[in-house]
T-cell receptor, first 113, second 120 residues
């Protein structure tokens, strides 16, 4: 299973863009990059995922480098409610059609007023 | 809205008793559900994979006789913590792999809101 490396914490000013990096240098060709976040005492919330093209949805943008060894999650206008632990995960396959997610320590993003 | 629910959201029990936690997929079917455990200030740790109609697969170090998992239908999996002790106090989270009809399509994982277990 490919592993990911994220900074343990980051700060961002409210209203500014938050750029969260992730390294996944051992990613395989058929593995996707997923981002989840976890607000305190809640279950993880899906944000976005991608294979090799950049992706954007209503929550965030995902920029994946051409060699796929790293990616950046961008929250364009961070709010206080975006304060959470953000997990970058490379999706692994665990037999048949089962997809097991292995969570690392993630990045604690603190959005400051 | 949530696509996976858990019940109860929190529970306090006495040491030595058993506690059952339910995980339901709403409006979609899930042949596979996962159970995670999260201790304070730590990340989620996968405990077991629950497959409908078959025995659960436990991760290394997780006692299958202590954490009983039943996946009796395509929308319900239960985790029973037997003879609970204070060290079992944790945040238990389930997730479900959706089949066709799930919000983001099939083979995507949807998480529940978690259950806080406190054993006194």
């Amino acid at each position: 299973d490919a592993k990911t490396t994220q900074p343990p914490s980051m700060d961002c000013a409210e209203g500014r863009a938050a750029n969260l990096p992730c390294n996944h240098s051992t990613i395989s060709g058929n593995e996707y990059v997923y981002w989840y976040r976890q607000i305190h005492s809640q279950g993880p919330q899906y944000i976005i995922h991608g294979l090799k093209n950049n992706e954007t949805n209503e929550m965030a943008s995902l920029i994946i480098t051409e060699d796929r060894k790293s990616s950046t999650l961008i929250l364009p206008h961070a709010t206080l409610r975006d304060t959470a632990v953000y997990y970058c995960i490379v999706r692994v396959r665990s037999g048949g059609s089962n997809y097991k997610l292995t969570f690392g320590k993630g990045t604690l993003l603190t959005v400051n007023p | 809205g949530a696509v996976v629910s858990q019940h109860p959201s929190w529970v306090i029990c006495k040491s030595g008793t058993s506690v059952k936690i339910e995980c339901r997929s709403l409006d979609f079917q899930a042949t596979t559900m996962f159970w995670y455990r999260q201790f304070p200030k730590q990340s989620l740790m996968l405990m077991a994979t629950s497959n409908e109609g078959s025995k659960a697969t436990y991760e290394q170090g997780v006692e299958k006789d202590k954490f009983l998992i039943n996946h009796a239908s395509l929308t319900l999996s239960t985790l029973t913590v037997t003879s609970a002790h204070p060290e079992d106090s944790s945040f238990y989270i389930c997730s479900a792999i959706g089949l066709a009809g799930a919000p983001r399509g099939s083979n995507e994982q949807y998480f529940g809101p978690g259950t806080r277990l406190t054993v006194t």
